[in-house]
């Protein structure tokens, strides 16, 4: 990408042969992956965006799968905002505080799947997040592919059970006839009170769908983020790395200064792009998660008639868990960041 170029403050082209290049140069560059490596290692995670609707690639071509992903993800992001409408829907005068706080903490999550969906679309909108994995396939070695790629399975082992966890215990309710997870069904559950049972089921059986690409979307771009500044950290790392190396011999100083410091400016350049779209979620995440487990505590603290219905208790414990596990997430990959910028 030329837009993210040094290039020198003179007149005159600046050439250097490969035999005056640096050691420091020739030593990153060997065990350097070829260039499709580690669009491969990341293949499960963007994979995983692409089903949820959270990444697609703008290009100049107009190719018809190209095009078709582009309008997939606008259709998810158009029905998880009338989802996000819908919602409100659910409160009635007659609510209890009990009833009234479950319903919060269904409506804080659709509405955080629908905003994390939006930052998504706005970024592979503006090409950005095809622009960090056109810039990660440059300068990565075969040690950080290997830590790179256990960690990419695991984040979406993680996420994917996590989506399972929620899909099953909100399925629990409605084909168990359970009076709160029919209101979820707001306002189609008095359009369809005198339906037959078929039809209702059909109804939760769309809701579960929806309720599968909310918890998805927000989990899978959860795991993004965190590989996100994972990779992040380890090239501000590396450029620390050979600024240290350039003390130690001064002889070569000056041709690998002017590397490193146009390294390190595409980083912060690119840093500086995704650093809107990284913000909106990391925001959405703290809120959205620090109110979930908040109602859930309260819920299965101030109600002991949860512990009559031991699915809900498990379930509540678990969603808490998770949340918990969440929160870690967000604040590791920033303090990964932050720990590598601010190196002594």
Same mark, same amino acid.
């Given at each position: 990408?030329?837009?993210?170029?040094?290039?020198?403050?003179?007149?005159?082209?600046?050439?250097?042969?490969?035999?005056?290049?640096?050691?420091?140069?020739?030593?990153?560059?060997?065990?350097?992956?070829?260039?499709?490596?580690?669009?491969?290692?990341?293949?499960?995670?963007?994979?995983?965006?692409?089903?949820?609707?959270?990444?697609?690639?703008?290009?100049?071509?107009?190719?018809?799968?190209?095009?078709?992903?582009?309008?997939?993800?606008?259709?998810?992001?158009?029905?998880?905002?009338?989802?996000?409408?819908?919602?409100?829907?659910?409160?009635?005068?007659?609510?209890?505080?009990? !009833?009234?706080?479950?319903?919060?903490?269904?409506?804080?999550?659709?509405?955080?799947?629908?905003?994390?969906?939006?930052?998504?679309?706005?970024?592979?909108?503006?090409?950005?997040?095809?622009?960090?994995?056109?810039?990660?396939?440059?300068?990565?070695?075969?040690?950080?592919?290997?830590?790179?790629?256990?960690?990419?399975?695991?984040?979406?082992?993680?996420?994917?059970?996590?989506?399972?966890?929620?899909?099953?215990?909100?399925?629990?309710?409605?084909?168990?006839?359970?009076?709160?997870?029919?209101?979820?069904?707001?306002?189609?559950?008095?359009?369809?009170?005198?339906?037959?049972?078929?039809?209702?089921?059909?109804?939760?059986?769309?809701?579960?769908?929806?309720?599968?690409?909310?918890?998805?979307?927000?989990?899978?771009?959860?795991?993004?983020?965190?590989?996100?500044?994972?990779?992040?950290?380890?090239?501000?790392?590396?450029?620390?790395?050979?600024?240290?190396?350039?003390?130690?011999?001064?002889?070569?100083?000056?041709?690998?200064?002017?590397?490193?410091?146009?390294?390190?400016?595409?980083?912060?350049?690119?840093?500086?792009?995704?650093?809107?779209?990284?913000?909106?979620?990391?925001?959405?995440?703290?809120?959205?998660?620090?109110?979930?487990?908040?109602?859930?505590?309260? !819920?299965?603290?101030?109600?002991?008639?949860?512990?009559?219905?031991?699915?809900?208790?498990?379930?509540?414990?678990?969603?808490?868990?998770?949340?918990?596990?969440?929160?870690?997430?967000?604040?590791?990959?920033?303090?990964?960041?932050?720990?590598?910028?601010?190196?002594?």
């Amino acid at each position: 990408m030329s837009r993210l170029k040094v290039h020198p403050q003179r007149d005159e082209t600046v050439e250097v042969k490969a035999e005056q290049e640096s050691p420091i140069v020739e030593e990153n560059s060997a065990g350097k992956l070829e260039q499709g490596m580690l669009a491969k290692i990341l293949l499960p995670i963007t994979f995983s965006m692409r089903v949820f609707g959270l990444y697609f690639e703008k290009t100049d071509k107009l190719r018809m799968t190209q095009q078709y992903s582009r309008l997939y993800c606008l259709l998810i992001l158009v029905i998880m905002w009338f989802n996000a409408i819908r919602i409100f829907t659910i409160f009635t005068r007659d609510d209890i505080l009990q !009833s009234a706080l479950e319903k919060i903490s269904g409506v804080v999550w659709i509405v955080a799947g629908a905003i994390v969906q939006t930052a998504c679309y706005r970024a592979s909108q503006n090409g950005r997040i095809l622009e960090e994995l056109q810039t990660f396939n440059k300068d990565m070695n075969s040690d950080m592919a290997k830590q790179l790629r256990v960690k990419v399975i695991s984040c979406v082992v993680i996420a994917w059970f996590y989506t399972a966890f929620a899909v099953v215990s909100t399925a629990y309710g409605p084909f168990s006839n359970s009076q709160f997870c029919n209101l979820l069904l707001a306002p189609y559950n008095t359009m369809i009170l005198d339906a037959s049972p078929l039809t209702i089921n059909i109804v939760s059986s769309l809701y579960l769908v929806l309720e599968f690409y909310v918890t998805g979307t927000v989990i899978i771009s959860l795991m993004w983020i965190y590989l996100l500044s994972a990779i992040i950290s380890h090239k501000f790392k590396t450029c620390t790395e050979m600024m240290h190396d350039i003390v130690k011999t001064p002889e070569s100083a000056k041709n690998n200064l002017e590397m490193v410091r146009c390294r390190h400016q595409v980083l912060c350049r690119m840093v500086d792009n995704i650093d809107g779209c990284v913000c909106v979620n990391n925001a959405t995440y703290v809120v959205s998660l620090i109110c979930e487990i908040i109602l859930n505590l309260y !819920s299965v603290i101030a109600y002991l008639d949860l512990r009559s219905r031991p699915f809900f208790l498990l379930a509540s414990l678990l969603w808490i868990s998770s949340c918990v596990l969440g929160l870690t997430i967000v604040a590791h990959g920033g303090i990964m960041i932050n720990q590598s910028v601010r190196v002594p």
